[in-house]
């Protein structure tokens, strides 16, 4: 019934891809700062004893100033692609277990929001790239929306995954058989609704994440006006509530939100702290102007953690477009 079951992140990784700004309609006066947060981000997955990064430039104009910043990076690979945006890990396929195959999903732009000329084809180009097979599945998913605990538990929203915009007429129990057949899902947590104006329409990965087996991570509000204090607090509910695939309750690690973030016209934006990468050697924060805030998730991941460097790294620019270093990014598991 269970076709392969997918790593834990905290898994050792042969490789993980990146995607680099690369259209400047796209990003406008955000392309030179969000490009300077990827190459942060890219030069402390490539530190020693991390990483293997393939960083894939989506445009053939943006090749030569890619290669000419990593040229002479060690485990830092540029690959010649095409993607709509860098959002890797809504677009790519998700690998399973030694990467021997990869489960790839029809994208539709987050529920037609965003359809841009060649995200339907990450698939296909990373399976090709990294020598990977893909087996395909005729639904709509995004990486995204789904985090996986290595022992056959996925966590996701309902706002996301049963919304008509990407599988109309999906219930639960259909959406948790394409998960147990495409996916190795042996149990399903369900959460309600996303951030505050997520274009995701509720991403998982901007709300909770497992962090160690029966562990999961979620933000608790910080400052007076978080926008999204009801939404927290909501989570932390249900999460322990749960159990896990094995039976055991959920432990929650309840790490502070970014607080209050908003765009030009002081409307909220989906900033999270919960979009952090798990790598090899390290965990990378995304952090947003807020030191003590970003301190006090750091200290927190620090205790599940403990042999790997926490990280925190500026991802104000990339929050521009949509997302953080979780969103734009796919780890190949060893």
């Known amino acids: 019934m269970y076709p392969f079951t997918i ?4 898994s050792p990784h042969r490789a993980i891809w990146v995607g680099w700004p690369s259209h400047g309609e796209l990003w406008e006066d955000n392309l030179e700062p969000a ?34 910043r990593f040229a002479g990076v060690a485990h830092v690979e540029i690959v010649d692609g095409r ?47 990294s020598g990977v097979p893909l087996e395909r599945h005729d639904f709509i998913l995004e990486g995204g929306a789904l985090d996986h605990d290595g022992q056959g538990t996925i966590v996701t929203t309902r706002q996301c995954l049963l919304n008509p915009n990407r599988n109309p007429g999906w219930t639960e129990a259909e959406a948790e058989a394409a998960l147990a057949a495409s996916l190795g899902a042996r149990k399903v947590l369900w959460l309600g609704d996303g951030l505050l104006n997520d274009h995701t329409d509720g991403h998982v990965d901007n709300l909770s994440r497992f962090v160690a087996p029966g562990v ?12 999204n204090d009801d939404v927290y607090d909501a989570i932390a509910r249900a999460l322990s509530e749960m159990t896990d695939a094995t039976g055991a309750p959920l432990k ?10 908003g765009d030009e ?3 909220p934006i989906p900033a999270s702290h919960m979009n952090f ?4 050697g390290a965990v990378i924060v995304p952090t ?11 200290q927190g991941l620090k205790t599940v953690f403990p042999e790997r460097e926490i990280i925190p790294l500026s991802s104000i620019a990339i929050l521009s477009g949509g997302g953080s270093f979780h969103c734009i990014s796919q780890q190949e598991p060893a």
Not at 39 to 63: D, F, Q, W, Y
Not at 110 to 123: M, Q, R
Request: a negative charge; one cysteine or more; proline letters at 6%.
């Open 288 to 298: 947003y102007g807020d030191a003590r805030a970003a301190d006090l998730v750091c």
């Open 216 to 227: 999961i991570a979620c933000p608790v509000a910080w400052g007076q006006n978080d926008p």
């Open 277 to 280: 990468l798990i790598a090899n």
């Open 35 to 68: 490009q300077a947060e990827v190459e942060a981000l890219v030069r402390a997955l490539a530190g020693p004893g991390r990483e293997h990064v393939k960083l894939m430039v989506g445009k053939a104009e943006a090749l030569d100033d890619a290669r000419a």
């Open 7 to 10: 790593p834990a992140e905290w």
């Open 83 to 129: 993607f709509g945006d860098i959002w890797l890990r809504d677009t790519g396929p998700i690998f399973g277990a030694g990467s021997t195959k990869a489960a790839a999903f029809r994208f539709n732009g987050w529920g037609g929001k965003y359809e841009l000329e060649h995200d339907d084809t990450v698939a296909d180009q990373i399976g090709r790239a």
């Open 252 to 261: 929650l690690l309840r790490l502070p939100s970014p607080g209050f973030i």
């Open 265 to 267: 016209d002081e409307r």
